[in-house]
């Protein structure tokens, strides 16, 4: 079986760092491994290897444990964790004892190798760091390509709609425009604002949330601009606000639609001038804050109805986005779902491997009027309360164990059909819908469509095949 190494789709060659005293030795052992397609460095001392690995990139190392003179393999295993952290270390001795070898795997070695050395047992331990570094490699290019092609991080979805919206957004954060964000109560806006300040300019200065809608008037006025003592009963000391604090970052004003008409006043005379005036002050300060808004309320109706001032409106809206509600991008429920699952997992510690089939038909057919945010805590939920590690009926929240005829009737029904209209068809046509519509839920994701069908991955291949489905 070919070295993983020579794969055409493995990238560049792999490089090592061979450590040994013995220069033939070491001089055997680079030759062996170069001749499968490693690219090899030798080091005759410990001292030399620490050098090197300042300035090599190495992958693997392979170090002799016992080397006279000064460091040996167990302090090279040391140095390696230090400075080349991802990097395998695969330790050979003539002297070996199970307590060195418990000793080198304790401190983080791949394996472990005796003396006299068999090339082609080096050879296949090579290759299987080298697969790990290979896996590595593709997990770091596939996170390359997941954010060359959704845009943000955190900012989660493959449908159409959500496309559409991380393209817009991609346009958007480079630049120092304002942004208005519109979209339902728990559609992630925002997660969208704080991925436009990532992916802008300003990423390295502060990013400050405010929910207007949360404040009474003065309250607001004193978190936004900030106060002098003595400004109200209260003020015992100055105090700074969100605009000060974002100086040179970006300030996020969520449900904006809900601010009170002399707050919406101060806030354009903000936007037109660069300053504010701090609550009880004749002070004004310069500010360089980009402006981020979001609002689940239709603005112009609040306008047409006095509510929203229109000028405060068009400088809000410079730039639009709305992010849709989670019905309408179904598709992107089951990467939500083990995004969350991932998350909520290591928050509270949770060694939780996946979701039945059963509950995640439930998931998928629910209507979801919370949005994103109601999907995070159903499945925080189910994992806080989960006992076998796996999600399963019995770990649902409240919502889900009502309005269900029986898990098999409620799933059976086609997306968007009935029972009804199955009436009069052939059981190959029936088959036939629902793969379909299993492979709509699922975003055209295979496995997945597999698992919550009950059938192997190469038998839904086939019955793609059969039944003509893309």
């Known amino acids: 079986m070919p070295s993983p190494n020579t794969r055409a789709a493995a990238g560049p060659p792999i490089r090592v760092l061979v450590v040994d005293n013995d220069h033939g030795h070491a001089e055997a052992m680079s030759e062996s491994l170069g001749k499968i397609g490693y690219a090899c460095d030798t080091a005759h001392s410990g001292k030399e290897a620490v050098e090197r690995m300042d300035t090599g990139g190495y992958e693997i190392v392979v170090t002799d444990l016992v080397m006279p003179g000064g460091a040996g393999g167990l302090e090279v295993l040391a140095e390696s964790r230090e400075r080349l952290p991802d990097a395998e270390v695969i330790l050979v001795t003539g002297h070996g004892t199970i307590e060195s070898a418990v000793e080198a795997m304790r401190r983080g070695a791949f394996n472990y190798l005796l003396k006299p050395l068999d090339l082609g047992q080096l050879r296949a331990v090579v290759d299987n760091a080298a697969r790990s570094q290979h896996l590595r490699r593709a997990n770091a290019e596939l996170r390359k390509r997941l954010d060359e092609k959704f845009g943000f991080e955190g900012v989660i979805g493959e449908s159409e709609a959500m496309r559409s919206a991380i393209e817009r957004l991609s346009r958007i954060a480079p630049t120092d425009a304002t942004v208005l964000i519109q979209g339902d109560t728990g559609s992630g806006k925002e997660l969208v604002a704080q ?207 009502g309005g269900f005829a029986g898990d098999e009737t409620a799933a059976s029904a086609p997306v968007g059909g009935s029972l009804a209209e199955l009436v009069g068809k052939s059981m190959s046509d029936i088959e036939g819908i629902f793969i379909a519509e299993t492979l709509k839920v699922t975003g055209g994701n295979r496995e997945e469509a597999a698992t919550m069908l009950g059938i192997g991955e190469r038998t839904l291949y086939r019955k793609i095949k059969e039944y003509g489905l893309n």
């Open 195 to 401: 991925a436009i300040h990532q992916n802008s300019p300003r990423k390295t200065r502060p990013f400050v949330a405010l929910n207007c809608g949360a404040l009474s008037e003065n309250i607001l006025e004193s978190e936004l601009f900030g106060h002098i003592k003595g400004a109200f009963t209260d003020a015992s000391h100055d105090r700074i606000g969100k605009f000060e604090y974002a100086d040179g970052g970006t300030l996020f004003l969520d449900e904006v639609g809900d601010m009170p008409l002399p707050t919406q006043i101060k806030l354009l005379r903000v936007l037109e001038s660069g300053e504010i005036t701090r609550v009880g002050s004749n002070e004004a300060k310069k500010v360089d804050v980009r402006i981020l808004s979001a609002t689940n309320r239709d603005l112009e109706a609040a306008i047409a109805a006095g509510t929203f001032r229109e000028d405060l409106y068009h400088r809000l809206k410079v730039v639009t986005v709305r992010l849709p509600r989670l019905m309408e991008r179904r598709e992107d429920i089951p990467l939500l779902i083990e995004h969350f699952l991932r998350l909520h997992s290591k928050r509270h510690g949770k060694k939780v491997k996946s979701v039945s089939p059963a509950a995640r038909r439930r998931l998928l057919a629910y209507d979801w009027p919370g949005n994103v945010r109601e999907l995070k805590n159903a499945i925080e939920s189910m994992v806080v309360v989960d006992l076998d590690g796996v999600l399963d009926l019995d770990d649902l929240p409240e919502q889900f164990t």
